[in-house]
């Protein structure tokens, strides 16, 4: 009876949720293990993956994707189906500590929300534990060689995904300040080399001409009534920035609409897309119809 009620209260404690962020190809997924094991975490998100304890325990990965507007989908779980099934297991796992890994806190925070998780309790960006060196190494690696990083063992990998598995690599860490205080040994971890075709065919970029359409046309589907004057799209690592500057028409109500217009160009652009949209002002220029 006491075993039963542990469980049930062990169940009931929330999962504490940490995140690893960097842009594509900085060598996140290559140090997540070494970042699990500081924190005691067991279970990751990759990719479209929940890992744990070296296993896939749901979701299907990213990289088997041949395009990458269909990788980075997969990675935001935007399909239903696939993050329905991967929030089932973390539940049914009572999974205690889970790390996301993501291009952006834009990115890890709509993973959390999506798969029905805790905001992440911290964020860990990939400068924090990899140095220049490092980082530019597996930039290096990324673009010329198109190599990825899936981390677990390649008998994981060799038997969901073989089409696109290239090589593993075992690591022996012994770093007093990642290992937990007196360990001396370090730890031995496999992960595996894959290479998508998507990473083959290069990388789609989207023009800002083509994402003004996009904008203009989301204003026109949301309320005809609107005339934009001007866009300003501004770019950073984390994502898009967009400023629109509008007409309205008189007796507009402004506060719901601005809101409603936000929310329907960042979710339009980005499940067509697949880009990440940071931020879209609205900036109301005229009032029309008032003379």
């Known amino acids: 009876m006491e075993n039963f009620l542990d469980d049930i209260f062990s169940a009931l404690k929330p999962v504490t949720v940490f995140a ?17 094991e500081k924190y005691g975490i067991d279970s990751i998100i990759d ?3 929940l890992i744990q304890n070296d296993k896939i325990l749901a979701g299907h990965s990213a990289k088997r994707e041949k395009t990458y ?39 890890v925070m709509k993973i959390a929300t999506r798969l029905q998780l805790p905001q992440p309790q911290k964020i860990i960006h990939i400068e924090e534990i990899a140095s220049r060196e490092e980082i530019e190494k597996a930039i290096k690696s990324r ?7 899936i981390p677990v063992p390649s008998i994981e990998i060799k038997r969901s995904y073989p089409q696109i598995f290239s090589n593993s690599i075992k690591l022996f860490f012994r770093n007093k300040s990642i290992f937990k205080k007196g360990s001396s040994d ?29 904008i203009m046309h989301c204003v026109y589907e949301c309320d005809s009534a609107l005339k ?5 799209i501004k770019t950073d690592k984390r994502g898009y920035k967009i400023i629109i500057l509008l007409d309205v028409p008189f007796g507009t109500q402004l506060t719901g609409k601005v809101h409603k217009l936000q929310k329907f160009i960042i979710d339009k652009i980005e499940s067509y897309t697949g880009i990440l949209i940071e931020e879209v002002s609205i900036v109301i220029d005229k009032i029309t119809g008032t003379e």
Do not use: C, N, Y
């Not at 690893?20 to 699990?36: D, N």
């Not at 500590?97 to 834009?106: H, N, P, Q």
């Not at 370090?186 to 990473?199: N, T």
């Open 186 to 214: 370090g730890k031995l971890f496999e992960k595996s080399i894959v290479q998508p075709e998507f990473s083959k065919k290069g990388r789609i970029e989207i023009s800002e001409a083509a994402l003004t359409q996009m």
């Open 228 to 232: 934009v004057k001007k866009i300003t």
């Open 69 to 107: 507007m269909g990788a980075v989908r997969v990675a935001l779980f935007d399909d239903k189906e696939h993050r329905d099934e991967v929030a089932k297991a973390w539940k049914k796992a009572h999974i205690k500590k889970l790390l996301i890994l993501g291009t952006s806190e834009k990115m």
């Open 47 to 49: 990719d479209g993956l």
């Open 143 to 149: 673009q010329v060689e198109g190599k990825h990083v």
């Open 20 to 36: 690893l962020v960097g842009e594509s190809g900085t060598g996140k997924s290559f140090r997540s293990k070494i970042l699990a």
